[in-house]
């Protein structure tokens, strides 16, 4: 254990799961840790450092306004964030021009299902088995593992799980008093699961016959890291409120539940606000991040490098028996294996790559945007390797 690991373990509430390593820098695709090592980072924070690391626009744009105005409370305009909210509209879907701005996922999602029960009227959500929403009450409420769950009852009342991608499952819970049905377009947390193509527009029928609201949380599949801004685009589905964070601030902390004019009408002045919503520092962080999806248009630059990182994946998977399965779109990928991959996840580390996972068996590939091919494939045959080394172990 090095000194900071020792002093965090001292001080810091022992919240995380945690890998033995202290990182320090980073840029772009890549970070070190405190011993100067360059890893390879394919988990991102679980997908915040989607246009890299310490990005130089994003930097440049949080120096400058650090110097200028840092905080601004929410009952007072600022040129920032005016600005900041025009770009974001810019890149919402159609008819989704107003954002109730926040400070990370779950800020979002609370948000998310207040703006839904405040505008029906209405008290039930519908979630989805496998969901993953946060972890405050409201969007723990709408989260399905019993891990995250259980130890924290009681929970919100009035939440209840569909099985996602069964139509006729979420068709019988919806009603009258269904404010709003809420899911990730790809499921991230639960191992990115893709839905049928025609699912969510099925659900957004659903919706729509019984007047309760579709929330869709692009939190970890939005910004471009399915190989299109949004993931709904794919299912050719518009919701009525949309969650967004994750990378939206190039790592600067920020979130944005994005709707229309009417579901925002509803809230009445001060009625959802927090202290730090649309501080100025995060909405400089967020237009510059905005601005740089747009001119490198990482969207079609994740389609791309997302093909072919799966197809690397696939090759892979096919010549190993411990792999499973190969998921995902874009550069939101994953591969399910048939062993705890704890190990392989320290193995990679100890050669400079950074996995991600989902549960104990699947390796979870969320890399910045900005990644190179060399860097990918670098990334594929450190996992070829260690998953080598395990099948060796197993089955000599
Ligand atoms: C789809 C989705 N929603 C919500 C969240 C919660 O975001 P946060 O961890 O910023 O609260 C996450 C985080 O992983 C997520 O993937």
Not at 197 to 220: F, H, N
Not at 302 to 311: C, D, I, P, Q, T
Not at 360 to 386: A, H, K, M
Request: glycine content about 12%.
């Amino acid at each position: 254990m090095n000194h900071f690991e020792e002093l965090e373990g001292a001080y810091g509430a022992a919240a995380f799961m945690r890998f033995p390593l202290t990182l320090v820098r980073g840029k772009g695709p890549l970070v070190w840790d405190s011993d100067g090592k360059e890893y390879i980072d394919f988990m991102t924070g679980y997908g915040v450092a989607l246009i890299g690391h310490s990005n130089d626009d994003v930097a440049r744009a949080v120096s400058e306004q650090a110097a200028k105005l840092i905080t601004c409370h929410g009952s007072f305009y600022n040129d920032v964030r005016a600005e900041f909210l025009e770009k974001l509209a810019r890149v919402t879907p159609k008819g989704l021009g107003k954002a109730l701005l926040t400070n990370s996922g779950t800020e979002t999602v609370e948000a998310a299902i207040k703006l839904a029960r405040r505008k029906t009227g209405r008290k039930r959500i519908i979630s989805m088995k496998g969901g993953f929403h946060g972890k405050t009450y409201g969007a723990l409420s709408a989260t399905w593992s019993k891990k995250y769950r259980d130890p924290f009852g009681p929970l919100l009342e009035g939440f209840e799980f569909a099985d996602y991608g069964d139509p006729l499952s979420l068709s019988q819970l919806v009603d009258a008093d269904t404010a709003a049905v809420i899911a990730e377009p790809i499921q991230g947390e639960s191992g990115i699961v893709v839905p049928p193509a025609d699912y969510l527009k099925q659900v957004r029928e659903i919706c729509d016959r019984a007047g309760a609201l579709l929330i869709l949380d692009e939190i970890q599949t939005g910004l471009g890291r399915t190989g299109k801004m949004w993931a709904s685009e794919h299912f050719g589905v518009v919701p009525d409120i949309m969650t967004v964070s994750k990378g939206l601030g190039g790592g600067v902390p920020i979130g944005a539940a994005v709707t229309t004019d009417d579901v925002a009408g509803s809230l009445k002045g001060g009625e959802h606000t927090s202290t730090f919503a649309g501080n100025p520092l995060s909405c400089a962080a967020g237009s510059a991040t905005l601005d740089f999806i747009t001119k490198n248009d990482l969207p079609s630059q994740a389609a791309s490098k997302g093909a072919a990182m799966k197809s690397e994946l696939a090759k892979l998977a096919s010549a190993h028996k411990l792999a499973r399965e190969v998921r995902g779109m874009g550069l939101m990928l994953a591969m399910q294996t048939r062993v705890d991959i704890h190990e392989q996840l320290l193995a990679s580390q100890r050669r400079g790559v950074i996995f991600g996972y989902s549960g104990r068996d699947t390796f979870r590939f969320l890399p910045s945007l900005v990644i190179q091919q060399s860097q990918i494939s670098r990334g594929i045959e450190v996992l070829g390797e260690v998953i080598g080394e395990e099948e060796a172990r197993r089955f000599q």
